[in-house]
């Protein structure tokens, strides 16, 4: 494996540790002229930032432009940039022209990588438990929060939250939660 493989190997390892939601290119066939080749990678994070090279300043635009589009979607995309008339009857392609004066044609692989929806839940009775598992066997991040919940209630909680103030530091776009409802007595 190439110091670039291992690099970009490394770097989807941070990315996945850390929960960043990034999209992997992958040239997958080439049309001569090109300087991309079947193989060639790069990581497109969500910022913009490509980590990696997949062709030159022709077709990078549409690499990042779809690349956003593919994390907004959470859905894989075959890209087809040509000389050559767009091909827009096949699903999941997207068809753009070559527009360098070299020519030559690429069809680029995006892949999302997004990180685990989370769930909340806030509270330890036995539905909670209950949710936290079933939260866990749907691929969930779970996470419980209640000041006297004990990993052994949750073995299932990716994280056990005790202060209630730290609570509002996990809530993000991808998270739903779940809490217990107090009746007046």
């Not at 996945?16 to 990678?41: D, I, M, N, W």
């Amino acid at each position: 494996m190439d110091s670039m493989s291992s690099d970009l190997l490394q770097e989807i390892g941070r990315l996945r540790s850390e929960e960043e939601a990034f999209v992997l290119a992958t040239v997958v066939a080439y049309k001569s002229p090109q300087s991309a080749k079947p193989g060639s990678k790069a990581i497109i994070k969500a910022d913009g930032d490509m980590i990696g090279w997949v062709g030159g300043g022709c077709v990078q635009p549409i690499v990042l432009r779809e690349a956003k589009e593919a994390l907004r979607s959470g859905k894989p995309k075959l890209l087809t940039i040509s000389p050559d008339e767009p091909r827009d009857d096949w699903k999941g392609v997207g068809s753009y022209r070559m527009t360098c004066e070299g020519g030559g044609s690429l069809e680029i692989y995006l892949e999302p990588f997004l990180p685990k929806p989370q769930l909340l839940i806030v509270g330890r009775s036995p539905v909670a438990q209950t949710v936290a598992h079933l939260g866990h066997m749907l691929d969930f991040k779970v996470i419980v929060a209640d000041p006297e919940a004990k990993s052994e209630h949750f073995p299932d909680a990716d994280l056990l939250l005790t202060d209630l103030s730290a609570v509002r530091s996990h809530i993000d776009e991808n998270s739903s939660a779940v809490r217990r409802y107090l009746k007046s007595r």
